[in-house]
């Protein structure tokens, strides 16, 4: 291999920490578990519902200029996002985003959204055109939706309902492919990542919508994914050295399998941390997710997944044969 990040033939005793892994993973998982129930997510429109409109920005006209001219109308945080179109010739695209208005006057929630809806497109007319007519008019309202309670509650049991089978079918497919042992190691180590990432934008506040849903089930794959490298290499060894006391066949092969995590992972980072940096505020709290998703992964990889299954240890087909009465064997 040209390149190598981790030394050949090392004996790290990754496992002799796994109690103290377990100490700052518990903790950070009731940290999480007590940012969500005290702080809760920044929910976006997917999930808490809202309005989303989308026009042509003209050259002259910026996001804080769309910003100072909607948010008196607005109850709360309005959101503007700028985005380039398709093609050669494609328009800026101005994309505004608010959350459900309160009613008034005796208004249905359908009828509040309805109404700052159109309040928020004749102040962005008003910012764009002013007083221009005719052929002057630049205002250009290319797509307006709104996403009731409804609708985003289903959206959001969706996205539950995704992340719970993809670990259900992982624990399915570890099952069959090793052992129920492996099975619970690799759903602990999932279960544990998508947790601390949650409890991760609790506490920055970064919005939490279906990109992020998507992101989640990324990282479930992923750390899947080095958690797979890992107890293949387990049983592999396992099965090598069935004299060898089970956590330094887990050290075993997880030093062998370092360098091509730190590797995978390295990688990934970067990409990932472009997107992060020069993505723009779109695709800022997915990058942020995955960034996050893919340090957890392969830290619970390592010390979550691989700690489980030294915990409930593993048939390592090295049971005494059963004597049969009366059999001498094969001369």
Do not use: C
């Not at 996001?63 to 008196?72: K, L, M």
């Not at 010739?89 to 509040?112: C, L, S, Y």
């Not at 075993?252 to 990688?267: C, D, F, K």
């Not at 340090?295 to 005494?320: C, E, M, N, Q, W």
Request: proline fraction near 3%; charge should be negative; charged fraction near 20%.
């Amino acid at each position: 291999m040209l390149l190598r990040v981790w030394p050949e033939n090392t004996q790290v005793g990754f496992m002799s920490l796994r109690h103290i892994a377990l100490v700052l993973s518990v903790g950070l998982l009731l940290a999480s578990a007590a940012l969500l129930a005290t702080k809760s997510l920044n929910f976006g429109i997917d999930f808490a519902g809202g309005a989303v409109i989308e026009i042509e920005q003209p050259d002259d006209i910026s996001a804080d200029d769309i910003r100072n001219a909607v948010s008196p109308l607005i109850v709360g945080e309005v959101q503007v996002n700028s985005a380039r179109g398709t093609g050669a010739d494609a328009p800026q695209i101005a994309v505004v985003r608010f959350k459900p208005q309160p009613p008034i006057d005796g208004e249905t929630a359908d009828e509040a959204q309805n109404r700052a809806g159109d309040e928020v497109s004749a102040a962005l007319r008003t910012l764009v055109d002013g007083d221009r007519t005719g052929d002057d008019v630049r205002f250009s309202l290319r797509s307006e939706a709104s996403v009731g309670p409804k609708v985003s509650a289903e959206l959001f049991r969706s996205g539950v309902m995704a992340l719970t089978v993809a670990l259900l079918l992982m624990m399915v497919y570890i099952s069959f492919r090793f052992q129920w042992q492996y099975a619970l190691g690799a759903v602990a180590a999932l279960f544990h990542d998508i947790i601390l990432t949650m409890g991760m934008f609790s506490l920055t506040g970064f919005e939490f919508n279906l990109a992020t849903i998507a992101a989640l089930l990324t990282i479930v794959g992923y750390s899947m994914n080095d958690t797979v490298i890992v107890f293949d290499r387990v049983r592999e060894e396992a099965r090598k050295y069935k004299k060898l006391e089970l956590n330094k066949v887990v050290d075993l092969a997880i030093n062998a399998t370092m360098s091509r995590t730190l590797l995978t992972s390295g990688t990934t980072l970067l990409a990932l941390l472009s997107i992060f940096l020069f993505g723009g505020p779109v695709l800022k709290g997915m990058s942020f997710a995955l960034i996050f998703g893919v340090i957890v992964g392969t830290y619970s990889s390592i010390f979550v997944a691989s700690a489980v299954v030294l915990l409930l240890g593993i048939d390592r087909g090295d049971k005494p044969k059963r004597e049969v009465d009366g059999f001498q064997g094969v001369s």
